[in-house]
């Protein structure tokens, strides 16, 4: 069984080449699925979400 990828909102922000407030949009408008880390924690990001948002995009 493979182990899911996490990306911190910084890699996902560099792999789409976005800002990190332009990629936190996305997550508040359920365009790309994260998982929040604790109460003040930053995103993490499926490397599966990443890949399904830029396969929309094309």
């Known amino acids: 069984m493979e182990a899911?990828?996490?990306l911190l909102t910084k890699e996902a922000a560099d792999?789409?080449?976005?800002?990190e407030e332009y990629l936190r949009c996305?997550?508040?408008q359920k365009k790309?699925?994260?998982y929040k880390e604790g109460?003040?924690?930053?995103?993490?990001i499926p490397s599966e979400e990443i890949d399904n948002y830029i396969?929309?995009?094309i």
Not at 15 to 19: A, D, E, F, K
Not at 39 to 44: A, F, I, M, P, V
Request: charged share 40%.
């Open 32 to 34: 790309i699925t994260a």
């Open 4 to 6: 899911k990828k996490l």
């Open 55 to 57: 396969a929309k995009k």
């Open 39 to 44: 109460r003040r924690g930053g995103y993490r």
């Open 15 to 19: 792999v789409l080449r976005v800002s």
């Open 26 to 28: 996305l997550i508040r």
